[in-house]
């Protein structure tokens, strides 16, 4: 079992940069697939960026080339560095956890969750 908490969100300007973190306990992050989601006001939950127990990362197409997601594993962290925000990716980013595969994460099978925290970007 794993416990996550996120950190980092804040509001922004429209073009500004967030690091989003997510610190888990009772578990080492490096035995699971972790991803970020975001849960715009009104709409469905969708995945942001993954990152897998071999690092391998998956990133939405409209993360790429923005987003990065990582994790360092002696502070037992996910980290998000988002960059060049847009006011539609105002949401509440969520990570998630599951354990040494990717397959489901965020939709099937056991999954952790945060609690979340807001990000708003302002135009």
């Known amino acids: 079992q794993v416990q996550l908490v996120e950190s980092g969100g804040g509001s922004v300007q429209a073009g500004g940069s967030l690091r989003l973190s997510c610190a888990a306990s009772?578990?080492?992050?490096?035995?699971?697939?972790m991803g970020w989601f975001r849960q715009a006001s009104g709409k469905e939950r969708e995945s942001v960026a993954i990152i897998g127990p071999d690092y391998r990362t998956y990133y939405a197409d409209s993360a790429k080339g923005r987003f990065t997601i990582s994790t360092d594993i002696a502070k037992n962290t996910l980290y998000l560095q988002m960059n060049s925000l847009q006011p539609e990716e105002t949401a509440i980013y969520y990570c998630?956890?599951?354990?040494?595969?990717?397959?489901?994460?965020?939709?099937?099978?056991?999954?952790?969750w945060g609690q979340g925290t807001q990000v708003t970007v302002s135009s």
């Open positions: 009772g578990d080492s992050v490096s035995n699971f697939c």
């Open positions: 998630a956890a599951k354990i040494r595969t990717c397959a489901g994460l965020g939709r099937a099978g056991l999954n952790y």
